[in-house]
Each structure stands twice: as C-alpha cells, then as structure tokens.
C-alpha cells in the first residue's frame, strides 16, 4: 500500500498556487467529519440491542396525508414552538428561510415553511422586498449529503437483485484505481480514503476522476471510520457500470418514479430556478451566484450528477422516501426494496466507533443531530443546510431543509435547530395524555 494519504496530501499542496484555490474548502460539516478506529468489520452486521425496531416486514404500510397531531397521539401546542424557534434563527442570520416536515405513523402533523428561498443578489447584496422569493412548502431545496442515502439505496437495490456483492473489489468495476477495497467499505464509510480532494481546478472531468482513483487511503481500509465523498463518488460510479445506466437515470427509473417524487432530480432545469432555494456567491470557480444547480463544488466539477452530492428535492419528495423505508421498502404499492434489505440497510455495520452507529450508507445513533430520537434511529445531514431522522420505535420522521449557506457558509451552525426539530417533535410526542407515563 502506499504512505497513508500521500496522494491526497500531494494533490491539495499542488492547488495552493492556483487562482481561487485557497477560497475553497470542503462542503462538509464537521461533525460528519468525526473518525475512530475500528478492530476491522464484523463478517455480518453487529447488530445492536435496539435492531428489533428495523424489524419491518410486519410494518403496516401506510402513505403520508395531512392530519391532526392528536390523531397520532402528539401535543399540537408544543409541535408550535418550532415556529417561534424557526423564525428566530432567520431573525438572526443563520439561515434566510426553512421548510419543516414532520409526521409520525404516516400523519403529516407539522408542514411549514418560513423566510425566503432568495435574498441576497449575485454580489451578495440584500435584495429589495419585491425581488426576494419566499420559502414554500414545495420549494426545491439542494440536498447536497443526503443524496448519498439515494445512493446508497441504489446500491442496495443492485445487491438486492445479485447485480452486486458487498464484498466485492471496487476495482472489480473501476480497474483504473491504485487500491483495492469493498463496496460494503465504501457504504459504510471504512474504505479508509480521506473526507475529500479538491478537483474544481483541474483541468477537466477526466483529470478529476483520475485524481480520485490516484488518491491513497489514509488508513487501511476496514480500519477506521473516516466519513468521505470520495467513497460515494466511486459508489455512485460502481452503479453505473453494473446497471448501464447513468447516475441520474437510474435513480429516476428505480427509485424517483416508482415512488412518484416528481420533484426530485439531479441538474434541475432552468425553468424550475423560481422554485429553487439559492445558495452560495462561489467566485473562486466565477460561478457567481449559485442558484438552480449544484453547490458542491467538487459534484459540479464532474457534471452535477453524481454519488455524493448533487440531488434536489422538496420535503414533501424526501418524506415519501423516508415513509418508504418506515414501511419496511414499500410505499402505496410500489416496492423498491425488501423489508429485510431495509434492516440490513439500517442495521449497525461496524462495530462502534467512538459511539458513533453507521448503516449502508446512513448515520445511526448521532445524538448531535438525531437528539431524543438517537438511540434507535438513522437519518443524515446536508452541508447546504439540510437534514432528516427517522425513528422506527414512534414511526416518526422529522425533516429540515434549509439554504443556510445563502449567500456564505460563514453564518454559523444550523445544528442547535436541526437538534430542536427532532426533540420538540419528541417532546410533543411525550406531552399527549396517552403517553406521559410510558413512551419515547
């Protein structure tokens, strides 16, 4: 193998003369960025005490539609609060605007949306009144990370169907790269290579990929945890070459149509930008105001569609996705995956590390973001501002997208929000009558 990381290391030293290049940084939060050591994978998933609630084949299967709080046993008044908490964060900087989804047992009990999907012009100015665009509830919103859950079902979906193993060699179907690891390592994050390597500066596409296929991998894969697009990227790679398709394609053909998430697509069309909440002034790539295409710089270097990031979508698309998982792979009869797959999926993959839980492509157990709901539940987090957690124990999900970094990512962590979403919808859980004396 070679020197641990060498290659990242080289690659990021040679960009420091570049124009723009020192403004870029990584478009990932540094909590996702948390890493531990692991004493290698176990040969099947180490599954915890709580894996009976992902027990999903005897789930009912419901579909998401609009109703009182009361109706699934939650306190309509303390599910209020979020609004006052909501508006205070615009108030106060750190995002311009946000959209709340949260449901339990298939009842939509709290869709709101709140400030503004545009505010700022291209020079970063504030926009006049008139000219800003508010924040609705069907506004499209860049999922940026979470679109490595959508990956990650895509995979899941090849091994499901005997396309693909779990403990196949990536270089089984990429025979360009330098190392040699799993794809249960890549979904699981333990493939060993680093968070990320800058690519917007070279020279084009072809360059980039060879970048990522050159680049060492920090630690020997199986080793440790170390959170990484790159490992989505190859995923998201690994899956056009088993099924044919094209990222985007096969995504629409398996998961978005069969699902009817009509609103969920990578490179949105120019005639859906009024919809689209902007995001980032990046003059480092002269892409000025970014707004109805991908912020990551790195997915929008290698054309928008790819493993790791890129995907945009309303919270009304992603709740069906998550009711779709809570239903054990089945939403109002259209099946993408087996209730078993599902708890595979959501099951722990490694062990522990530093207390940290991990699927097939989802996060397990982050109290930093999953709060009350952590103990049992997966969900994720998106750099542009956005999140989800399902919890299969109160067959809730709670959603948060926002365009926290219009018109800069230096306003501060949205995390204190994100926390209290998923415990106010706790704690209205815990406030109805029925469950004050037991429950979550």
Known sequence: MKKAGMAAATLIVAFAGAAGAAELSPSMEPEQQESGKINGLPDQANAPDWVPAWERAG??????????????QMDPHVLDRLDKDLEAGIENGFFPGAVVLAAREGTIVKHEAYGEALRYDADGNVLSEAERIAAETDTI???ASLTKTF????AVQLIEAGALSLDDSVTDYIPEMEESFTVRQLLTHTSGLPAWIPLAFLDDEEARWQAIYDTAPQMDPGEAYIYSDLNMILLGQIIEEVSGLT??????????????MDDTMFNPAADLQERIAATELQPALNRGLVWGSVHDENAYS???????????GTTSDLAVFLQTLLNGGVYDGERILEADT?????????GGVSGLGQGLGFNLNREWFMGELAPTAAGHTGFTGTSFVIDPETNTMAILLTNRVHPTRDAGSINPWRLDLVNTVTDSINAHPANRKGGK
């Open 59 to 72: 789930a009912p299967s419901v579909t998401l539609q609009e109703g009182p709080a009361r109706r699934v």
């Open 141 to 143: 919103y860049d999922f």
């Open 151 to 154: 990956t990650s079902t895509a």
């Open 247 to 260: 990222l985007d394609t096969y995504m629409e053909e398996e998961i978005f149509e069969p699902l009817g």
């Open 302 to 312: 290698l054309g928008g569609a790819v493993g790791h990031a890129g995907l945009f």
């Open 342 to 350: 599902v708890k595979e999926m959501l099951t722990d993959q490694i």
